[in-house]
Structure formats: C-alpha cells, structure tokens
C-alpha cells in the first residue's frame, strides 16, 4: 500500500526556517518522483517543487526558487524540502505526492497519483 506521510510543519516568523519531511512507503524513491505542493485558504493548489531520484532532477516553482530546497534520503525513503527565508506568503497547508517517474518541470503540470494529508505552514508577519 502506498503511504505518505507529511512532518514538520509549524508557526515560524518572517525570515525563518522550516523542513519538511515526506516518509514514503509501499514504493522506493527511484521508481517515481516526488513533489511537493501547497495550499493556501482560497487559493490554488500550488505546484513548489519536484524531484526524481532516479536522475537527480529537480525542480522549483518561481516563488520558491532559491529560498527552498528539496533533496531526498533513497535510505531511509524520505524526502525533505527545507524552506527558509520563509514569507508570510508560503503559509498554507504543504502536501507531498507521488508522480511520474521523472521531475520534468512544473509538477502541477503531471498527474500526481497518492497524497499525503498535509502539513500547516504558518509564518507570522
């Protein structure tokens, strides 16, 4: 049975740090990638970043691109997305899924197949 499942979220300040964490189970990281995706109240699910490990790709929405990093531990099949620099902006609930094989682009443009349920991310102005 595929699982995932979502950690580390939590109320931060402007300018903080966060790192997510995606246990995964059921599967093994190099036969599918992995993206994160986010949303807020009233908004749009947000597609925030993407890796395969398989190929080492990744990838990371504009709004994010050079505050968060993700990167992924095949041993212990979890993948992480440390957030800093964090605006009150990136608050929203923060979803892992499981997609494609490989991290091509936008992850809100493939099918994500299994989700997690969720983690708050608040950051306070």
């Known amino acids: 049975e595929v699982q995932l499942v979502e950690s580390g979220g939590g109320l931060v300040p402007v300018g903080g740090s966060l790192r997510l964490s995606c246990a995964a189970s059921?599967?093994?990281?190099?036969?599918?990638?992995i993206g994160w995706f986010r949303q807020a109240p009233g908004k749009e699910r947000e597609g925030v970043s993407c890796?395969?490990?398989?190929?080492?790709?990744?990838h990371y929405a504009d709004s994010v691109s050079g505050r968060f990093t993700i990167s992924s531990d095949n041993a212990k099949n979890t993948v992480y997305l440390q957030m800093n620099s964090l605006k009150p902006e990136d608050t929203a609930v923060y979803y892992c899924?499981?997609?494609?094989?490989?991290?091509?682009?936008?992850?809100?443009?493939?099918?994500?197949?299994?989700w997690g349920q969720g983690t708050q991310v608040t950051v306070s102005s």
């Open positions: 899924a499981v997609g494609p094989k490989y991290c091509s682009g936008n992850p809100d443009l493939y099918v994500y197949d299994y």
């Open positions: 059921g599967f093994t990281l190099d036969d599918y990638a």
């Open positions: 890796i395969s490990s398989s190929d080492g790709m990744t």
